[in-house]
């Protein structure tokens, strides 16, 4: 119940294309989900995050869609660009408590 | 990244040995978080803490043990390195009366266990 389950695994995209990156979760408790990148060699980074109580949350080319009854989120990314090249992971948490991660989508955008 | 350091950030050890990767942090936050990484499994929680008296495991605690020297300071042993604990390792901080629940993570160590 407390994982959270993150597809694909691996995505490749054109440049200018949309990368879209799911993730499902089983605890209805949860009521923080972020986004974060990676690039090699770096650690990760907080990308973008929303609370149930919306359904949508944008910033720039990158989009949260929410959906509460289906126990589902995804990461959409506009107009991918090569720099969006890097791994992307979901998390889920409950009242403040230790995030959750999926495990990770290396996303490839070629020009 | 620079607000929380690692050392080392790569390190070759055998079987058998015990090693501690270290975690600093200039940013005040009380919890520190330890994870590995692994192709394909994500991110996976070894040890975490939410103040210097506070000590946790995570869901991969065996094999590795933690102290919490101060708020700025969380180190992680691997009692008996063995070649399955060959990973990436991440330290990561938070402050949840800040941020939220937003983790600030360290530039990781990589460790081969020979």
């Known amino acids: 119940q407390q994982q959270v389950k993150q597809s694909p695994q691996s995505l490749i995209v054109q440049k200018g294309g949309i990368s879209i990156i799911n993730c499902a979760y089983e605890?209805?408790?949860?009521?923080?989900f972020p986004w974060y990148q990676q690039f090699p060699g770096k650690g990760p980074a907080l990308l973008i995050a929303?609370?149930?109580?919306?359904s949508e949350k944008k910033e720039g080319r990158f989009t949260i869609s929410f959906n509460k009854s289906a126990k589902q989120f995804s990461l959409h990314i506009m107009d991918s660009q090569p720099g969006d090249s890097a791994t992307y992971f979901c998390a889920a948490s409950w009242n403040t408590d230790k995030l959750i991660f999926g495990t990770g989508t290396r996303l490839q955008v070629f020009p | 990244d620079a607000d929380v350091t690692q050392t080392p950030r790569n390190r070759i050890t055998k079987t058998g040995k015990r090693i501690m990767l270290e975690c600093s942090q200039t940013k005040g936050h009380d919890r520190m978080y330890w994870y590995r990484q692994d192709p394909g499994l994500g991110l996976r929680l070894i040890y975490y803490?939410?103040?210097?008296?506070?000590?946790n495991k995570g869901e991969i605690s065996d094999g590795y043990s933690v102290s919490r020297q101060a708020q700025a300071k969380f180190s992680l042993s691997l009692e008996s390195a063995i070649p399955n604990q060959t990973a990436l390792y991440f330290c990561?901080?938070?402050?949840?009366?800040?941020?939220?629940?937003?983790?600030?993570f360290g530039p990781g160590t990589r460790l081969l266990v020979l």
């Open positions: 605890n209805t408790a949860f009521d923080y």
């Open positions: 929303i609370r149930p109580d919306v």
């Open positions: 803490s939410f103040d210097v008296k506070d000590i």
């Open positions: 990561a901080t938070s402050d949840p009366k800040g941020s939220g629940e937003t983790q600030y």
